[in-house]
């Protein structure tokens, strides 16, 4: 079993950045894949970026060109580089991580951005 631990979240005026942490408790080669997602109040989580363990990176359309996903693998950790933020951007970010047949998320860390 793996725990993530999501931080960097806060307020940032429109146009801001932000880098998000999701530290993993195992080594990253164990993961086949790890994801961030967000979670706007009264909407269902969506997908926002993802790397393979081979290191591919997908990005949703709504993202793409702004947010960066990395990992440091010595450091089991996973980024999201949050750049020229928007309002709609704000929510609850969530990490995971795909092992084996199972998905692990973290608590969250909010992000807010003001117009």
């Known amino acids: 079993q793996v725990q993530l631990v999501e931080s960097g979240g806060g307020l940032v005026q429109a146009g801001g950045s932000l880098r998000l942490s999701c530290a993993a408790s195992?080594?990253?080669?164990?993961?086949?894949?790890m994801g961030w997602y967000r979670q706007a109040p009264g909407k269902q989580r969506e997908f926002l970026a993802r790397?393979?363990?081979?290191?591919?990176?997908n990005y949703a359309d709504s993202v793409q060109g702004r947010f960066t996903i990395s990992r440091d693998r010595p450091a089991n950790t996973v980024y999201l580089q949050m750049n020229n933020l928007k309002p709609e951007d704000s929510g609850v970010y969530y990490c995971n991580a795909v092992l084996g047949t199972e998905t692990t998320w973290g608590q969250g860390t909010q992000v807010t951005v003001s117009s």
């Open positions: 790397i393979a363990g081979g290191g591919i990176t």
């Open positions: 195992r080594n990253l080669f164990s993961f086949k894949a």
